[in-house]
């Protein structure tokens, strides 16, 4: 009556000359394939995500799981056997993606934006840089431009600050 499908000690019946003899013996886990503990060690390439766009990318992202018998072993977190829940690309802000692997688990976060979110703003300087005191008391903004780039990569804002309502 040996039975090894679960964990714990385990009495073992063996009969002798119509005699009843038992002992004990203990059924655990190898240490060596249970894990302790998972972390994040390297968090994944892509952290920003444009809203309702962008597809959840794990590339980079490396977890770093711990065994019961001190072992340690490092996965990509694109291995099939890693599960990672709660990504969402609809709502803007911060999003806390579980990790989830043996029955461990860890967490990361990553951002949701607008398409449309200022990532840069380039100044071209105007041409004329120097003036001469109490002559020339107008500024000159010829050449001068603002360059507005967005998260989503596009360029498509570029303003002149010769005929804009720039505020200096």
């Known amino acids: 009556n040996f039975d090894n499908t679960s964990v714990g000690e385990k009495t073992i019946g ?16 190898n240490t060596s394939k249970v894990v302790d503990k998972i972390e994040i060690k390297t968090m994944p390439s892509k952290l920003e995500y444009l809203k309702n766009t962008d597809s959840l990318d ?3 992202g490396v977890l770093k799981v711990t065994y019961l018998d001190g072992k340690v072993v490092e996965k990509d977190l694109t291995d099939p056997e890693i599960i ?11 999003r806390t993606l579980t990790v989830k692997y043996m029955g461990k688990e860890a967490t990361f976060t990553v951002k949701i934006v607008d398409e449309y979110e200022i990532s840069e703003i380039i100044l071209t300087e105007p041409n004329k ?17 603002l360059t507005i780039k967005y998260k989503n990569g596009s360029q498509d804002k570029i303003i002149d600050l010769k005929n804009e309502n720039v505020i200096i």
Do not use: A, Q
């Open 14 to 29: 063996l009969m002798f000359n119509n005699k009843l003899l038992t002992f004990t013996v203990t059924v655990t886990t």
């Open 84 to 94: 990672v829940e709660g990504f969402n690309n609809s709502v803007l802000g911060d």
């Open 58 to 60: 794990l590339e980079g």
């Open 129 to 145: 840089k120097e003036y001469i005191v109490k002559e020339e008391t107008t500024l000159n903004l010829d050449g001068g431009l």
